[in-house]
């Protein structure tokens, strides 16, 4: 690969992360339409890096090409919300459970490391935000992949996953949530060390109902539009 090539895609690749963090994190709100001009001025971007990497956004299930309403960032209704959260509830109480089977020593030493760092994170934010970064930094990414099932981690790491993170992360700005949230992901990490798959599998499943409450809450009383 000759150097252009190489730096044409460095280009477009931090174009995409750049989008992409700005859709988790409510920068470019769930509906928005977007054009390329705006873009490449609001973020200091090119046309080819933004374009490539409005295509992989578009594949993730974060952007809408619609026939002549352009490019939106993806929403989802409140009902639909809902019932992702019902899946997540379900799926990801099996992943708990089957992490806790299948993890190894050294993966939960990991998971732990991680949480101590996430602790740092939400320390320097002053308590007000926990935002995970995608892959292994994320907790849950950790907690799918630590399942050893195939099938099950394809499901909950595509584009639920993506689209689910856009969510998470504006909860996780609510006021007590950041530390409430570390405090149970470090429960389910604790059930996963001591080989607790039934424990382990309940905490999840409880700790993403009480995030589906809360959202529910949120709506209700207008502090959260969908």
């Not at 974060?62 to 019902?86: F, I, N, Q, T």
């Not at 740092?120 to 994320?138: H, S």
């Not at 969510?167 to 996780?172: E, W």
Request: aromatic share 6%; glycine share 8%.
């Amino acid at each position: 690969m000759s150097e252009a090539a190489i730096q044409t895609y460095t280009r477009a690749d931090e174009a995409f992360d750049c989008l992409q963090t700005a859709i988790v994190k409510g920068d470019l709100v769930p509906g928005e339409k977007i054009g390329e001009v705006e873009l490449c001025s609001r973020f200091n971007l090119t046309r080819g890096p933004l374009r490539e990497a409005l295509g992989r956004l578009e594949s993730r299930g974060l952007l809408v090409r619609r026939p002549h309403a352009g490019v939106k960032v993806v929403s989802v209704s409140a009902d639909e919300l809902m019932e992702l959260y019902r899946i997540r509830e379900t799926m990801e109480g099996l992943a708990a459970r089957q992490a806790a089977e299948r993890m190894t020593d050294e993966e939960i030493a990991d998971l732990h490391a991680t949480l101590d760092a996430h602790e740092q994170m939400i320390e320097q934010a002053q308590g007000q935000a926990y935002y995970q970064a995608e892959g292994d930094y994320d907790f849950h990414h950790r907690i799918a992949t630590g399942s050893r099932n195939t099938k099950l981690a394809q499901m909950l790491l595509g584009d639920l996953y993506y689209m689910v993170r856009m969510y998470r992360y504006r909860l996780s700005t609510s006021s007590g949530r950041p530390h409430m949230a570390l405090g149970e992901h470090r429960r389910i990490a604790e059930a996963i060390a001591q080989r607790d798959g039934e424990l382990a599998e309940f905490l999840m499943k409880r700790h993403i109902n009480a995030a589906r409450k809360n959202i529910e809450t949120k709506i209700h009383n207008g502090s959260l539009t969908i």
